[in-house]
């Protein structure tokens, strides 16, 4: 079936989206953080409040539209699509992926505790370090989107994108973490040998002018590493969303509006964030059933797995592993014997 969405009709709708993000994060940086702070527990529950809110009225008024165009524009007629299915599949899928990526974004909250750690960054910079990652991320994540949109087109890629997915759970469930070693990292490495790095944080500058050259500050160095980090998040999580729906406008904006709440969602789990040993888990099978749609389960149910099972499974996971965290809690150390 083709998109529902091509881009070259909804090519403003892309824009005025685009547009809105850049609003909302100029609001962000610009009015709500203006100045760096210490996010406290209940800013951070009132910002991630905001950010579900807005992806779920998104989700409404998407909604609302796709009805209303699928019923009035005879293309959609002509093409056989009913417009009440297509309207409720379209908010279903859009919930989905956003389900999806909000999960598994919770990888990225375990990598920003560890980095924040490691570079001793101070809790009034961590705000806007993460919003300049996220800024990044969201391009990176455009791009994939793009590239996966023209991929997806072949059958054998989406083939592919399937098995590397439960290649990718399985090896989650299976093999211990490494940790995490910014220091070995070979873009954080290159660029530490064509900027100097200063020993010291100059406030929340990212660069700093020294005896007439650019010194980059550990600020910066930290937000390499992010921007780093995700990209290998983006290799798993796009291919993910595109095996809940081939339309790429609904893949792009659950991703944005999921991404948007990461630095909300940070600083209201960083501290509880170890309570939810069993999470990985959790998101490993997710990787696994998702991989399994793409390669199987969409072709053996007639082209689409039921969108409306997808997302109680996904639910279903990720809702028991964090329970399972909660009712099984991680062994604790012992420390050394008092003589």
Not at 80 to 106: H, M
Not at 244 to 249: G, M
Request: glycine letters at 6%; hydrophobic letters at 60%.
């Amino acid at each position: 079936m083709p998109s529902l969405f091509p881009f070259a009709d909804f090519w403003w709708f892309y824009a005025a989206f685009t547009g809105f993000v850049l609003l909302l994060l100029a609001l962000d940086l610009g009015v709500f953080h203006r100045k760096a702070h210490v996010v406290s527990l209940r800013e951070a529950a009132v910002w991630s409040a905001v950010w579900v809110i807005l992806a779920l009225a998104f989700n409404y008024l998407f909604f609302q539209y796709a009805s209303w165009k699928f019923a009035h524009d005879p293309r959609y007629a002509a093409a056989g699509v009913d417009p009440a299915g297509a309207a409720r599949q379209v908010g279903l899928e859009f919930l989905t992926g956003y389900l999806v990526e909000k999960s598994l974004s919770v990888d990225n909250i375990f990598v920003f505790v560890l980095v924040f750690r490691y570079f001793a960054i101070p809790a009034q910079y961590q705000h806007r370090v993460l919003f300049f990652g996220i800024l990044g991320a969201l391009v990176f994540r455009a791009a994939f989107i793009a590239l996966g949109a023209a991929l997806i087109q072949y059958h054998w890629v989406v083939v592919l994108f399937g098995v590397f997915l439960i290649f990718t759970g399985a090896k989650m469930l299976l093999v211990p973490d490494k940790g995490i070693h910014p220091e070995r990292n070979p873009l954080v490495r290159l660029f530490r040998k064509i900027f100097p790095v200063t020993p010291d944080f100059i406030g929340q500058r990212f660069f700093v002018l020294l005896g007439g050259r650019f010194h980059a500050t550990p600020l910066l160095i930290a937000l390499v590493f992010i921007e780093a980090t995700d990209i290998v998040f983006a290799v798993d999580s796009v291919p993910a969303i595109f095996a809940i729906t081939r339309e790429p406008l609904i893949v792009f904006t659950s991703n944005v509006f999921a991404i948007l709440g990461l630095r909300a969602m940070y600083f209201l789990l960083a501290g509880a964030v170890e309570l939810f040993h069993l999470l990985k888990y959790g998101l490993a099978l997710v990787l696994i059933f998702v991989g399994l749609k793409m390669a199987w389960l969409n072709e053996a149910f007639g082209g689409k797995f039921p969108i409306e099972t997808s997302l109680a499974i996904i639910a279903f996971l990720v809702g028991a592993s964090m329970a399972a965290s909660l009712l099984f809690p991680r062994a604790r150390t012992a420390g050394p014997v008092a003589k």
